[in-house]
């Protein structure tokens, strides 16, 4: 019985994983907003001027499965998060940019001046896929080429979590595991106290430790670090246990035993593991996925704040890494926002003249960062390029 209780609250996880992963099976709801569809329009009555195109801009380019959105912007323009102007060379045909598939092919046409992208004759027009007569296996979508490598931050979108307050201190808890262990791993039991509800699926956090903003010191929200998943499988309750024991019971045979009622905590599996789960970690319920857009664009309004952390343990990050930074949903910062990271540039003594005089050299921009989750004051980006490591204080910029 456990084991069909398991396996039927597991499904729907496996599912939403590989449409997660496939990038593409909500492709069809994604939306464009009414400034990118304007941009777009205006672009495509007359191009972009060739100064805007990448240096090296190939003059036609295959789409191909492990394309983004992202690369093909950056394959022929120099500002990559300029999506709209890509679209918008050839609006007739590319009515939905998140809707180009393998197989199409882009075409650059320069003249007077201007360059327009369109598909090639004989391309897959309409959002048309051509397949081969053989058997497939893939998860269930359209097969649209996603905005940004989702499989780098697909985790994130179920693991990140930052709490206003630190809400996990009353969340349902594990007490104990069988044979006294204190570390469980993946198809071990858990008993859990805490109000549980009856509900089936359940992720697992250490204790959530505060973001400090890295100039104020001021609590920003509760990071709580992601351990595992676990089903619950039986309830909790209370039991009745005798209080004597040993040679005392022995005693007093013909006299009734004292008891007490004790709580029973209720039963979970551990479902998955990052790491080993302990005693003490908290449970939080499995939220509901977002497949909403991804779509990169700059801040609409100047916007700077910091880096507050990397994701995990390390201290720097490269590029493919998730940072967090002081800046949220609260101060205006949405999914699909392109930051510049910057380096605040060194403070160095000018001695050129009699007296000589500390300056401090101006900050350089050396990566971008893509926001992909957003919370109230805080945010997770991804780094899509840096040129030197990034780490807790640095800042970040319009692009």
């Known amino acids: 019985m456990i084991r069909r209780h398991v396996q039927r609250h597991a499904t729907p996880l496996i599912v939403s994983a590989l449409a997660l992963a496939c990038g593409s099976a909500m492709a069809q709801n994604y939306p464009v907003t009414p400034q990118q569809r304007s941009t777009a329009q205006q672009v495509a009555q007359a191009g972009v001027p060739l100064e805007d195109l990448a240096p090296n801009a190939p003059d036609s380019h295959t789409v191909k499965r492990g394309d983004t959105l992202w690369d093909i912007s950056k394959l022929f323009l120099k500002s990559p998060w300029r999506w709209p102007q890509l679209w918008g060379m050839n609006l007739d045909q590319i009515r939905n940019p998140?809707?180009?598939?393998?197989?199409?092919?882009?075409?650059?046409?320069?003249?007077?001046?201007?360059?327009?992208?369109?598909?090639?004759?004989?391309?897959?027009?309409?959002?048309?896929?051509?397949?081969?007569?053989?058997?497939?296996?893939?998860?269930?979508?359209?097969?649209?080429?996603?905005t940004i490598p989702l499989n780098l931050i697909a985790h994130f979108l179920n693991e990140g979590v930052v709490l206003n307050e630190n809400e996990l201190a009353n969340a349902p808890r594990i007490v104990a595991a069988p044979e006294s262990r204190v570390m469980m791993g993946r198809g071990d039991r858990a008993?859990?106290?805490?109000?549980?509800?009856?509900?089936?699926?359940?992720?697992?956090?250490?204790?959530?430790?505060?973001?400090?903003?890295?100039?104020?010191?001021?609590?920003?929200?509760?990071?709580?670090?992601?351990?595992?998943?676990?089903?619950?499988?039986?309830?909790?309750?209370?039991?009745?246990?005798?209080?004597?024991?040993?040679?005392?019971?022995?005693?007093?045979?013909?006299?009734?035993?004292?008891?007490?009622?004790?709580?029973?905590?209720?039963?979970?599996?551990?479902?998955?593991?990052?790491?080993?789960?302990?005693?003490?970690?908290?449970?939080?319920?499995?939220?509901?996925?977002?497949?909403?857009?991804?779509?990169?664009?700059?801040?609409?309004q100047p916007m700077g704040g910091q880096v507050v952390k990397v994701y995990g343990e390390n201290l720097i990050a490269g590029q493919n890494q998730v940072v967090a930074i002081n800046r949220g949903s609260k101060d205006g910062v949405e999914r699909g926002h392109v930051l510049a990271v910057l380096r605040d540039g060194e403070r160095v003594v000018d001695r050129t003249r009699d007296k000589p005089q500390e300056i401090k050299l101006p900050d350089e921009r050396h990566g971008l960062m893509f926001v992909f989750r957003t919370f109230d004051r805080v945010s997770y980006a991804l780094l899509l390029q840096v040129q030197q490591p990034v780490r807790a204080g640095d800042r970040f910029a319009q692009p």
């Open 98 to 146: 998140h809707l180009i598939y393998p197989g199409q092919v882009l075409v650059l046409d320069k003249s007077g001046g201007r360059a327009r992208l369109r598909m090639a004759d004989g391309s897959l027009p309409d959002g048309t896929v051509k397949l081969s007569p053989r058997a497939r296996a893939e998860a269930v979508g359209d097969g649209a080429i996603p």
């Open 191 to 300: 008993y859990v106290r805490g109000d549980v509800g009856g509900i089936a699926d359940w992720r697992l956090f250490r204790q959530a430790v505060p973001l400090l903003d890295p100039t104020t010191k001021e609590v920003l929200g509760y990071e709580a670090q992601f351990v595992g998943t676990a089903a619950y499988v039986r309830e909790g309750g209370e039991a009745t246990v005798s209080e004597e024991k040993g040679l005392s019971a022995l005693f007093k045979r013909n006299e009734p035993a004292p008891t007490s009622t004790l709580p029973v905590p209720a039963t979970f599996e551990i479902l998955s593991v990052k790491e080993e789960v302990g005693v003490g970690d908290r449970l939080a319920t499995m939220p509901q996925r977002d497949f909403s857009s991804f779509t990169p664009h700059a801040p609409a």
